[in-house]
């Protein structure tokens, strides 16, 4: 006898914890995945000197951001039941490394070296916060779900700033591109499922934990955006 083909679930991701988590904090999703830095760039107004700012104050958390993830490597590893989760952070761990290579090469090209950048206190609050949550005593339902909003605030951003009609300036175009290609969007997916399939089994506790983290990562990206407007 055939299986009956009528329980469809697409890619797994509707009706999901986090979706009702988007749509209940749409206000400040939409403030971080929209932020007029972000239009700025979507419309090609974008101050290059805001860009910079961005970029520096980036780079120094991208470098903190590696050991974040090495935590929920380690968790996954421990968690997982079947290493598939292993491989997909494995798979992120790569790609850092070649964007630390390219953060390196692009800073370069605007004349920015890591050693004369200072972290900003918006940054350095949202580094503090990206540690607190390498701890052992973080479950890795939160931590893996942390790691998927700060994945995929970027990839909604500049994947916006690559949609049709809009007009990033040229030499912004491999920014864009980094966060906002397809591949990068495939693997916020993963994440996203990974994170959902946790939630799902996860107590209330640690659900309610889940959610204030990712409440808190997204007011940090704003944070994170407004340095980029503001004056030093
Ligand atoms: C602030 C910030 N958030 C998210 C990402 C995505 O990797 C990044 N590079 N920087």
Known sequence: ????????????????????????????????IRHPFIQSINDGTVNLSSFKQWLGQDYIFVRKFVSFVASVLLKACRASDDGLDMEV?????????????????????????????????????????????????????????????????????????????????????????????????QYCRSLQRIADRCLAKASKDVQNEAEAAVVSILKYEVGFWNMSLSDL
């Open 1 to 32: 006898m055939e299986k009956t083909p009528n329980i469809k679930k697409v890619d797994g991701n509707d009706n999901t914890m986090i979706k009702t988590w988007l749509h209940k904090h749409s206000q400040i999703y939409s403030e971080a």
């Open 89 to 185: 952070i494995l798979g992120g761990i790569a790609s850092l490394n070649d964007e630390i290579s390219w953060f390196k090469k692009e800073t370069s090209k605007w004349d920015l070296l890591l050693s004369n950048i200072t972290p900003r206190k918006e940054n350095q609050g949202y580094c503090r916060f990206i540690e607190s949550l390498t701890s052992s005593e973080v479950d890795y339902t939160v931590a893996m779900t942390a790691f998927w909003a700060i994945e995929a605030v970027y990839q909604e951003s500049f994947s916006y700033c690559l949609q049709e009609g809009a007009k990033p300036p040229a030499e912004l175009m491999d920014t864009c591109q980094r966060w906002g290609n397809d591949d990068f969007g």
